[in-house]
């Protein structure tokens, strides 16, 4: 468990958080210095219901039954004037080929060279995490020296005693690996871990220039 983070704040800037735009590739991101968190992840893993649960809105972001529905980049403003991000999914088998491709120009772009990025959330299934493609996550995020945090998604779904030896687990690996990283356990139903996530995001947040026009001029 990520035990060194601070008591969330009184007031849940979160909550206040809104749907900015809908970006099908990159230059439609906006040109300012907002700073930004990222929510990566399978597809399916819950990166949209954790956003939702997050910001305690029932539909900021779409939840889908159906992997690989979000094809699009996401993002929510909140009162800072800070974004969130809700990146698309990876990992869905049965996608066709340029599917996989503009996948990989969009978030591969994003992770590699979106300026405004401060942290990146990297969504996982408790029961199935650290893929290729997560590991290829968490090495995008590692290479520009961005602020990680793995939160262990549906662990509504294991006991207790099983959710902790997987949170366990994932950390040994990544220690084993030489990998700086907070890791958590989490439930979209449940809210279990639900402060610790905004007390993370916010920390990184707070850190970094919000999105005033006037700070707006830079080519991304
Ligand atoms: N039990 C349980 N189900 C969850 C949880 N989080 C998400 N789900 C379910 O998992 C499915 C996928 O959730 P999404 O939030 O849409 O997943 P996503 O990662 O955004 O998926 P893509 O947008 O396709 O990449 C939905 O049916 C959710 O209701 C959780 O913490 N517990
Ligand atoms: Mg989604």
């Not at 210095?33 to 809105?57: P, Y």
């Not at 995020?141 to 366990?168: E, M, V, Y």
Request: proline fraction near 5%; glycine fraction near 8%; include cysteine.
């Amino acid at each position: 468990m990520n035990s060194a983070v601070t008591p969330p704040p009184v007031f849940n800037p979160f909550r206040q958080a809104q749907f900015v735009l809908s970006a099908a590739r990159l230059a439609q991101l906006p040109k300012d210095h907002a700073g930004e968190a990222a929510f990566v992840g399978r597809s399916n893993a819950g990166k949209s219901s954790a956003l939702n649960k997050i910001c305690d809105q029932r539909a900021l972001a779409r939840v889908s039954k159906t992997p690989g529905r979000t094809q699009l980049i996401n993002l929510f403003s909140l009162p800072s004037g800070h974004r969130l991000v809700d990146l698309p999914g990876y990992g869905f088998a049965q996608a066709p080929l340029e599917v996989k491709r503009a996948w990989g120009n969009l978030v591969g772009g994003f992770m590699e060279h979106r300026p405004n990025l401060r942290g990146v959330v990297v969504v996982m299934d408790i029961r199935r995490p650290l893929t290729d493609l997560d590991w290829q996550m968490l090495e995008w995020a590692r290479s520009r020296n961005c602020a990680t945090h793995i939160l262990l998604t549906k662990a509504d779904k294991l006991g207790f005693g099983a959710t902790k030896n997987a949170t366990r687990e994932v950390e040994a690996t990544l220690r084993a690996r030489d990998f700086s990283a907070g890791v958590q356990a989490f439930s979209s139903e449940s809210g279990l871990g639900l402060e610790t996530v905004r007390a993370t995001v916010d920390q990184w947040l707070a850190q970094t220039p919000t999105g005033d026009v006037e700070s707006a001029e830079v080519g991304n």
